[in-house]
């Protein structure tokens, strides 16, 4: 099938889940909001790990009137040891 070039990404579900304990969060992140992550218990996602910054990263929905046609998940990096994201499910 092929994609309809007029979508737009509003909206996406994302998942987190504990390496250490299995436990999963689930947020809808929306067109306009933000996902923070980091150690700080002021975060939407706390992360008490080495190397975590206390504000480490923000993702967000890049609107379809960027580049990226029909909108983006994005990921702002806000941590001085830098940010990486493994591949898996999306």
Known sequence: AKADSTAS???????????????????????????RLGRSPENDVVLEREGVSHFHAEL??????????????????????GTAVRPGVL
Do not use: Y
């Open 60 to 81: 967000f929905i890049r609107d379809a009137g960027f580049a990226v046609a029909g909108g983006a998940l994005c990921i702002k990096d806000k941590s001085k040891n």
């Open 9 to 35: 990404l509003v909206k996406c579900r994302v998942r987190v889940v504990r390496e250490d304990t299995g436990r999963q969060q689930e947020f809808t992140l929306r067109e306009g909001t933000v996902l």
